[in-house]
């Protein structure tokens, strides 16, 4: 055993036994679907400035959301109840108290020149002081940090100037826990104006500090420093909030100074324990499906690379213990159709050792006969051929998804952890564990000896028979792009005739809470309501007689089926509760969300034509819109609901589809620049016939589990698995059947004919096969 394998074998055994540390001592976060959660309902009240109506509640909803997001809760549901109530389900709660104070909070920040201490401002232990207009400036009389009163001055600064707000401890000097503060451009000249006018006066004075006011009370007045100059004031555009603040209290007022000041003022009028939306039929039943679909995938990963796949199954039971562990340790909120997602993310995973074993095998091939250890150096080749192919693949779905981890919001940061972390971990899955599993195998006589055993002697199924057809593609590549059109236009065609059937977590749409007078469980209650007509309906229970339904917009008859279906479970039913909500995925997260994914298809497709060509990048990018287009086309024909579940499986098709593009435009690269100046057509046609082996293969892994999900997952993950199902066959198909043809497109209208020597020739490395222009 050579010293690299023995460096990832150490480096293997030790993350897992890290990982497994983890999965045993810590808990997972679970979602409102799995576990349930707190339902916290808050009441908008008209303030002096704003009258609390359905706009003002609508903006009061995005604070309250930013707020959540701070606070560390993935996957809430937030939304408008009514004309003034804000709904808000939070998972996983420790403390619904300390969550209830802090969204409760006006969190209205100012900050005021200090005009001295009035006459009488000895602190009265029994009073409580109120803002007192001193003035008809607008002078102001407020309690400070200290318990005593201030005089303060009008303020033109307040907490919309704020770009920034974060907690910071400072050990060294002994300042303990503060609040760091910066400024926007405008709000910066105004804090170094207000600071300057301060620093006119004598330190030690009153007048020469600056109060900054949360909520009508003084939380910090520090004095400007003596260095400062009159009328210089401080030109940093940051300050600190100090007070003797706790870690969770420094915590929590940066969050609330970041998320902004609602609108209107809030009180919390209503809190109760829900339970999860799901059933333990439904989540049991997604389990098994989930089971069986990972066993197929190891079972046929393993018929097809024999030892070699065995060993690879092994490494992606690995790769499932590091990616758990991975998701407990950073306190990721586990859904469902997250789970769904991690699982289908072991089907994905095996892309990489897929890729590694297709190159092995050619390389073995080639090998044969050549040298005394054949098995052993084809398989380091295919490891090492294989890695740009994985590393550019990988980066740039890790692009996407720190992009919409920095530039989302609610389920769009969510999963865009989750896709991070499952990236990171196949990679290490496939080039450290399976890598250190197959070579340390490669070394057994027995293992070398008989091809048939490892299962890199073998050509395989799909290569031999596209050596012995050698079919001639792309001879007509419009043909290919004219099928494409076609597709996309009958895409269209549905969205413009049928229209997209938009989940209640984009339209909103109607809660109703009852009361039955026999308990009904959680899967009773979804079946029923299902068998009559609401199989879309989402219900959770606050307790063995109540039920709360969230269905769309649906009208008095339909309530009255709703109300009946219980009744045949629950006996005699009442409706407690009727409001109408708004969309939990509101204008500004959609905003966000598509702002998220602009930026990271053009981060994409920059990388892409640094690493590629200009012509690569842009067929890449078109094959994984034509994607998107159908996938939402084909729901559009079927009715179903375009929803949050929905959303998920579009970011995963979308990282599939640019993936399988850079698999194949690696191979490419790498064959048309042994030929520099030829045309890219027989490049191109080599590199599709060569990959076809890999691409199947994968497709094959993840198709398993998703037809598993599908047929056995029941209704939360039909939707889930069927847009996957659609999405990663249109996916292979576009790969090669537009993002080559537009290339090709794109290339024949380019004067050079072909790659240069010096940006598009590999370095020469050991043992590397000659290319016969179509070898297979």
């Known amino acids: 055993m050579t010293r690299a394998t023995t460096v990832r074998a150490v480096l293997a055994a030790a993350v897992l036994l890290v990982s497994l540390f983890v999965t045993l001592t810590m808990s997972p976060r679970l979602g409102l679907d799995l576990q349930g959660g707190t339902r916290l309902v808050l ?40 004309e003034d109530r804000v709904l808000i389900e939070l998972p996983d709660v420790t403390d619904p108290r300390e969550a209830a104070e802090v969204l409760g909070r006006t969190a209205q920040l100012t900050f ?4 001295g201490v009035p006459d009488d401002a000895a602190p009265d232990p029994e009073s409580k002081p109120k803002p007192e207009p001193e003035s008809e400036s607008e002078e102001l009389v407020l309690p400070d940090e200290s318990g005593g009163r201030l005089r303060l001055g009008a303020s033109d600064l307040s907490g919309a100037g704020v770009k920034d707000a974060r907690a910071e401890f400072d050990g060294q000097r002994g300042a303990g ?33 600056v109060a900054i006011v949360l909520d009508e009370k003084v939380i910090s007045s520090p004095q400007v420093s003596p260095s400062v100059t009159c009328g210089a004031g401080l030109p940093s555009g940051t300050t600190q909030i100090t007070g003797s603040f706790s870690a969770d209290e420094a915590k929590n007022l940066a969050l609330l100074i970041k998320g902004g000041a609602l609108p209107v003022p809030v009180e919390v009028v209503e809190q109760r324990t829900v339970g999860p939306t799901l059933g333990a ?8 499906a989930a089971v069986i679909g990972a066993g197929l995938t190891a079972l046929f990963i393993t018929f097809v690379y024999r030892l070699f796949g065995g060993l690879a199954a092994l490494a ?12 407990v340790a950073l306190g990721v909120t586990l859904t469902l159709p997250g789970l769904a997602g991690f699982v289908l993310a072991i089907g994905m995973a095996v892309d990489a050792n897929v890729l590694a074993f297709e190159r092995a095998r050619e390389e073995y091939a080639s090998r044969s006969g050549r040298t005394s250890r054949p098995l052993r150096s084809a398989l380091a080749a295919g490891f090492r051929n294989a890695r740009t192919a994985v590393v550019d693949s990988n980066v740039t779905t890790l692009l996407a998804a720190g992009l919409l981890f920095g530039l989302g919001s609610g389920p769009v940061k969510g999963f865009g952890v989750t896709l991070a972390i499952g990236v990171l971990v196949s990679m290490f899955s496939a080039l450290v564990i399976a890598r250190a599993l197959t070579e340390m195998a490669a070394g057994s006589r027995f293992v070398t000896d008989f091809p048939g055993v490892n299962g890199i002697g073998l050509r395989g199924r799909v290569r031999t028979y596209l050596t012995r057809r050698a079919p001639q593609l792309f001879r007509r590549s419009r043909r290919w792009l004219g099928v494409s059109t076609v597709v996309v236009a009958l895409a269209v065609l549905g969205v413009t005739l049928r229209g997209l059937n938009l989940g209640v977590e984009f339209t909103g749409g109607r809660l109703m809470e009852y009361t039955t007078s026999r308990p009904v469980g959680i ?3 979804r079946t029923a309501l299902a068998d009559a007509g609401f199989a879309d309906a989402e219900v959770t229970t606050a307790g063995e007689r109540e039920l709360s339904v969230r269905t769309g917009d649906t009208g008095d008859r339909a309530e009255a089926a709703i109300r009946d279906a219980l009744s045949a479970e629950g006996g005699a039913t009442t409706k407690v509760r009727d409001d109408l909500i708004g969309p939990s995925l509101g204008d500004e997260l959609r905003r966000h969300a598509l702002i998220a994914l602009g930026i990271a298809v053009g981060a994409q497709l920059l990388y892409l034509a640094v690493r590629f060509r ?18 939402v086309g084909v729901f559009a024909w079927l009715g179903r609901p375009i929803d949050g579940i929905f959303l998920a499986a579009l970011l995963t098709v979308i990282g599939y589809s640019v993936n399988d593009s850079v698999v194949v435009f690696d191979r490419v690269r790498e064959l048309w620049a042994r030929r520099p100046g030829s045309p890219l057509l027989p490049a191109a046609r080599a590199a599709v016939l060569q990959t076809v082996p890999r691409t199947v293969n994968t497709g094959m892994g993840a198709l398993f589990i998703l037809t598993a999900l599908a047929v056995l997952g029941g209704d939360s993950l039909r939707d889930f698995a069927l847009a996957l199902l659609i999405g990663i ?17 794109m290339e024949s209208r380019r004067k050079d004919g072909g790659p240069t020597r010096q940006r598009q020739r590999p370095k020469a490395g050991r043992g590397r096969p000659a290319d016969n222009g179509a070898r297979v």
């Open 281 to 288: 039929e439904a989540i049991s039943a997604s389990a098994r």
């Open 729 to 745: 066959c249109v996916g292979t198909y576009s790969s090669v059947f537009t993002a080559v043809p537009v290339a090709l497109e």
């Open 43 to 82: 009441q908008a009240k008209d303030s002096p400035t704003a009258k609390a109506d359905r706009e003002s509640t609508d903006r009061t909803v995005e604070v309250l959301r930013q707020r959540i997001d701070a606070l560390g809760v993935a996957e809430p549901t937030v939304t408008r109840s009514g």
């Open 177 to 209: 826990w503060s609040v760091s503060l910066d400024f926007r451009d405008d709000a910066s000249r105004d804090w170094t104006r207000l600071t300057g006018e301060a620093a006119c006066h004598p330190p030690q004075d009153e007048r020469r500090r």
């Open 614 to 631: 200009w012509s690569f990048a842009v067929a890449s990018v078109t094959a994984m819109v034509h994607d998107v287009v159908i996938l």
């Open 112 to 115: 005021h020149p200090v005009l």
């Open 523 to 525: 899967d009773t209650a």
């Open 316 to 327: 992606l039971a690995g790769y499932t213990l590091i990616s758990y562990a991975a998701l």
